[in-house]
Nanobody, 119 residues
Framework: QVQLVESGGGLVQAGGSLRLSCAAS????????MGWLRQAPGKEREFVAS????????YYAQSVKGRFTISRDNAKNTLFLQMNSLKPEDTAVYYC????????????WGQGTQVTVSS
């Protein structure tokens, strides 16, 4: 089992920044791919970014590339998402998720944290 707890969401004006954190716990954390996904009102959940826990392979959705940065602190078992130049369309509930290297679907999820960007 992997437990994930997000924090850092809030209300910010367009052009501002926020940093989300995800505290992970459980066995074999180092073997998981970690990611951020988001769900806006009335829309399907979508991929934002992912990173391998033991490597530097990072992937981003085109909509956030160049503005968001995913990173992790292995010593603290914490995942981050630095969000800069925020836009109103970034408003969503952001979820931290984890999956094994050979799995296609995200298996473990956090409870989500709300990010609201005002225009």
């Amino acid at each position: 089992q992997v437990q994930l707890v997000e924090s850092g969401g809030g209300l910010v004006q367009a052009g501002g920044s926020l940093r989300l954190s995800c505290a992970a716990s459980g066995r074999t954390i180092s073997s998981y791919i970690m990611g951020w996904l988001r769900q806006a009102p009335g829309k399907e959940r979508e991929f934002v970014a992912s990173i391998r826990w033991t490597g530097n392979y990072m992937y981003y959705a085109q909509s956030v590339k160049g503005r968001f940065t995913i990173s992790r602190d292995n010593a603290k078992n914490t995942l981050f998402l630095q969000m800069n130049s925020l836009k109103p369309e970034d408003t969503a509930v952001y979820y931290c998720a984890a999956r094994g290297l050979t799995e296609v679907k995200w298996v473990y999820w956090g409870q989500g944290t709300q990010v609201t960007v005002s225009s």
